[in-house]
């Protein structure tokens, strides 16, 4: 236990150094005091015996020196002024500090972020030999996850392969429970194959997992819960097994509840058996499921892959139209789920680097406003050479300070990827894998440490070393004068190439921020808080269990007639105000290009996309959507008759709001690969509002063609209005209503939250605050960059300034001659950026700046105009003000 | 740089002398000094200058403790006490000096 005792006394010494001193004072005294009464002993007067035992001890203060550098912390102590004199540096230059501390934090931001990426990328689920569970895939020839391994994959390679054992598949599904006589809600089930759970390898806390008997089709559907969901939805009733739940309307039993913790294979908290019936699966066909495994002992992964090969040449062979292209891969099972594995490591640690090249390049900008301001302090360099400061001790003290300001830095980035990183968990908890753990590892915050350290370094050594380096001498012999560096074209140069980033990559920057702040600002034209939109699923069968009561398909009703029940049904219900339907809910349908008879009116109509729906005649009626001309579907227009309804926003862009009525159009659906023929001509017999007013903007429009429909054979978005209950009040009864009329089918339903954008919404108002912030702090740095280089070499000027007006030189002259030189430096700067800006644009097909460009470029033009010549004018009107004899003197 | 190198062996020639100084009982720095006096027969004059740095040394390395106590003049003093490292370290470091002393010995006599 001494070394207790020890750490006791070093923190006493570090935290109460007073105290301590005072005690070292007072052992001093009393060996001079025992020394003193020794001399006097040996019979030396009381005078002698003093002064002799003060002799014999030497100086004290040297001692007192020699005692404190043997201590463990000299090193620190010697660092503790030069810690001091670095934040009192920080605090001298507010606008350096806070423009460099910003602008590094963004960059530790994004740099430690894609850290905690590369964390996730090596992660593996925290399960018995959790590293050897792999998943199985393919990717396509341009390396790309073509998400198409289905079940008959998981069956082909079940039977071809010995590599990868307990082979079993998943696939995420989101359903509606309800508890009987508890809670109801969205959830998210995982459908997943028996064998899933023996990969795991983690036994259920009550009851049983799913059994193969469970995947058979006509089994009872048994359904196993997570630990956290078997607490809140079902107060830990231990004899929850055996009882039954709803999803979507279809009838589950309770098996199992799983201990805490899991939540295998993503985030999961509901199991049910993923029905297995390859036979029923032709390749490539069906839904995209995810396959694991656990690799078979001894058995790399390389050699596991290499086996999936082998089995590969057959089946591309035998149905080259589905296999021709793929390649099947064994990875991580992180790396698959995460859907990352289509990058290999080498690319992951690139994108790292460059990740830190972003910290690095701020970090130079911010270095070199450190060099202008190290320049300006030559004087206090050199004073401090000539006293004997060594240039190890002054690069050491500017290292500190660079330190400091990129140690906040650091925290501030930290704090910023914290926060990012738990709004993105907030905003949909289940979007990252259960075994990841919101917030920074102890190696990320090492890592931004790390990142500091390297920043101080190019901010604060660099720039030291320059300016130690070079002419202390005849720095020192000109001391009182104001040359210190010699600047010349490396000045200019640097200037111009601040000047050009900033042109070139600011507006691009901001047209970014601006773009996404006005797409998140769609506000919904219609009654949001009044509506909800359900949609029947059609594109699985509906389960086979018994229905609780006779439904209308059950009675030889076609999909049609289920759906008009439906409707039918939830109109009856009290606080329906209006029920509608159309074929896609709102802001979305088929996307089309559009052509308008007698030619396209607005320039830029080429490029936009139109969305087709079909909808009901009360569909604008039910949504409170104004008739701005013309008439709204009626009882005489049938589907695929010749009118159509356009909205208002079809009008500007199609139409250059000329008349629209009477006018003859035709759509062209979009689909991939596909070379669809155009449509019918269709008459515009009718103009209504858009259901979402975006701001005016009309390139964030969403043009909407309506067509005439019918209920039929497809699915449709059915609309609900209420009035005077709340719209999520009437949501429980729409699954007792869909369980009658459609028992077992999947219904997927949309509240005000979703109707306003909800979930995506928060998304991007989140990432335009993300945008923002590195646009505000990028446009500060520039600005301050800026100003401080054209300022610093006005400054430096001072002396050629005061001789020229000494000389005879008018101010009108000198100040002319201050300002053409500035004026070189941004208009050469200014005309690289408008190239590279107007290069970057084009290469991203325009859509970085979206043909704003013709507003950012000037606005920032004129921004970095504006910063250098104020820049250029504060100095200048000092140095004018600088004596001739003065500046003569100097000489 | 040479003055470096004989400062070094003196140091630790030092340390060793203040462990073998303490191994019999807890002393106060001046006492330390009295006592190598007295055992080195006046030949070795250990200043203050050398002596309180020593034990500051020995002290962050854990061969030593340190605690204020009382003379028998009732005067305030800080005492120095071995430690269970110190004390073995006095041994180790004992018997390194005796080795040394023969290696050198050993060495001047056949040349």
Redesign the interface.
């Known amino acids: 236990m001494?070394?207790i005792?020890?750490w006791r006394?070093?923190l006493r010494v570090l935290f109460r150094r007073a105290e301590v001193e005072r005690?070292?004072e007072?052992?001093?005294a009393?060996?001079l005091?025992?020394?003193t009464r020794?001399n006097l002993r040996a019979g030396m007067t009381p005078e002698a015996a003093r002064r002799q035992a003060v002799l014999?001890?030497?100086?004290r203060e040297?001692?007192r020196e020699?005692?404190r550098?043997?201590?463990?912390f000299a090193p620190l102590i010697e660092l503790t002024p030069d810690v001091k004199l670095a934040l009192r540096m920080l605090a001298k230059h507010p606008a350096l500090s806070v423009t460099g501390a910003l602008g590094m934090a963004v960059g530790v931001a994004i740099a430690t972020a894609f850290f905690s990426f590369m964390a996730f990328y090596y992660s593996a689920p925290p399960l018995d030999e959790g590293d050897r569970i792999v998943a199985l895939d393919y990717l396509d020839s341009r390396n790309e996850d073509c998400f198409c391994t289905t079940l008959f994959d998981l069956d082909t390679w079940r039977g071809s392969q010995r590599s990868v054992r307990q082979l079993s598949a998943f696939r995420d599904s989101h359903r509606y429970l309800s508890v009987p006589g508890g809670t109801t809600g969205g959830v998210r089930v995982a459908e997943m194959t028996a064998s899933g759970f023996d990969v795991a390898r983690v036994p259920p806390l009550l009851g049983r997992p799913l059994l193969p008997s469970d995947e058979a089709q006509g089994a009872p559907a048994a359904l196993v819960i997570g630990n956290d969901e078997w607490r809140r939805d079902f107060g830990a009733d231990r004899g929850i097994v055996g009882r039954e739940v709803r999803l979507d309307g279809t009838p589950y039993t309770v098996v199992g509840v799983m201990p805490e913790g899991f939540r295998f294979p993503y985030n999961h908290g509901y199991w049910a058996a993923l029905r297995s019936a390859p036979a029923l699966h032709g390749p490539g066909e069906g839904p995209h499921v995810t396959i694991f495994g656990r690799l078979a002992s001894g058995v790399p992964m390389a050699a596991a892959e290499a086996e999936l090969r082998s089995v590969s040449p057959r089946l591309a062979r035998e149905l080259p139209a589905a296999y021709g292209t793929l390649r099947p891969i064994v990875r991580p099972y992180a790396q698959v789920v995460l859907d990352v594995h289509q990058y290999p490591d080498w690319i992951v640690w690139t994108m790292q680097l460059f990740a830190a090249l972003v910290l690095a390049a701020v970090a130079v900008t911010v270095a070199s406003l450190v060099y202008a301001r190290t320049a300006s302090r030559q004087a206090e360099i050199a004073v401090r050479t000539a006293l004997g400061a060594s240039r190890r001790r002054i690069v050491t003290q500017l290292f500190v300070e660079a330190l400091a300001l990129s140690s906040l830095a650091a925290v501030a980035g930290l704090l910023i990827a914290n926060a990012a990183f738990r709004q993105i968990v907030s905003i949909d908890p289940g979007s990252l894998p259960y075994w990841v753990e919101p917030g920074l590892p102890a190696s990320t915050v090492a890592y931004a440490m790390g990142l500091a350290v390297l920043a101080a370094f190019i901010v604060g050594i660099v720039p030291a070393l320059a300016a130690t380096g070079q002419r202390l001498q005849s720095t020192l012999r000109q001391m009182g004068g104001a040359t210190g560096l010699q600047l010349g074209s490396t000045w200019t140069a640097l200037i111009v190439v601040q000047v050009a980033v900033a042109v070139a990559v600011l507006p691009i920057v901001i047209g970014i921020a601006w773009n996404s702040y006005r797409e998140s600002r769609a506000e919904p034209t219609f009654p949001v808080e009044e509506m909800l939109v359900l949609r029947l699923k059609r594109d699985e069968a509906p389960a086979r269990e018994a229905p609780a009561a006779p439904s209308v398909e059950q009675a030889g009703g076609s999909f049609a007639e289920t759906q008009a029940e439906l409707i039918r049904r939830i109109a009856a219900e009290p606080g329906v105000l209006g029920v509608t339907y159309a074929s896609a809910p709102p802001r979305s349908g088929q996307p089309v290009r559009i052509e308008v008879e007698g030619g396209v009116a607005t320039a830029d109509a080429a490029r936009v996309v139109a969305l087709s729906s079909g909808v009901a005649p009360s569909y604008f009626d039910v949504f409170g959507t104004q008739v701005l001309a013309g008439r709204p579907f009626g009882s005489g227009d049938a589907p695929g008759g010749a009118a159509t309804v356009v909205s208002r926003s079809f009008v500007r862009r199609f139409l250059g709001d000329g008349v629209a009525l009477g006018r003859r159009v035709r759509g062209t659906a979009i689909a991939a690969g596909d070379s669809v023929q155009p449509g019918p001509w269709l008459e515009i017999v009718g103009v209504v509002d858009d259901l979402y007013d975006e701001s005016g903007e009309p390139e964030f429009q969403r043009p909407a063609i309506y067509l005439p429909t019918a209920l039929g054979a497809a699915p449709v978005s059915v609309a609900i209005r209420t009035r005077g209950i709340g719209p999520d009040a009437l949501v429980p009864r729409l699954w007792e209503i869909a369980g009658k009329v459609a028992p077992g089918r999947p219904m997927t339903v949309a509240g005000p939250d979703e109707l306003r954008g909800g979930d995506t919404g928060r998304t991007v108002r989140f990432s335009v605050i993300l945008v923002s912030l590195v646009t505000l702090s990028v446009l500060l740095l520039s600005a301050v960059g800026i100003s401080a280089m054209m300022s610093f070499a006005v400054t430096r000027r001072y002396r050629e300034i005061g001789i020229r007006l000494a000389l005879g030189a008018s101010r009108r002259q000198v100040l002319q001659g201050i300002f053409a030189r500035s004026a070189l430096q941004l208009a050469l700067g200014l005309a690289v950026g408008v190239a590279l800006a107007t290069l970057l644009e084009r290469l991203s097909g325009g859509e970085l700046m979206r043909g704003q460009q013709h507003v950012l470029v000037p606005m920032v033009a004129a921004l970095v105009i504006a910063a250098g010549l104020l820049a250029t004018a504060g100095p200048a009107r000092k140095a004018l003000g600088v004596h001739p004899m003065e500046a003569l003197r100097q000489e | 740089m040479s003055p470096h190198a004989s400062n070094d062996i003196l140091r630790g020639t030092l340390d060793l002398l203040i462990l073998k100084a303490l191994s019999l009982e807890p002393m106060h720095g001046w006492s330390i000094a009295q006592r190598l006096e007295q055992l080195s027969g006046d030949a070795l004059r250990v200043g203050a200058g050398s002596l309180y740095p020593a034990l500051q040394r020995l002290e962050e390395r854990g061969l030593l403790v340190s605690e204020w106590g009382v003379t028998e003049e009732n005067r305030r003093a800080r005492y120095y006490e071995l430690t269970g490292a110190g004390r073995s370290a006095l041994g180790e470091e004992s018997r390194s000096w005796r080795e040394y002393v023969r290696m050198m010995d050993t060495i001047l006599r056949t040349t």
Do not use: Y
């Not at chain 1, 014999?56 to 100086?59: A, E, L, N, P």
């Not at chain 1, 550098?69 to 463990?72: K, N, Q």
């Open positions: 001494e070394w005792t020890r006394k070093r005690e070292l007072e052992e001093f009393f060996h005091e025992m020394e020794n014999t001890f030497g100086g040297r001692f020699e005692v550098d043997a201590r463990w």
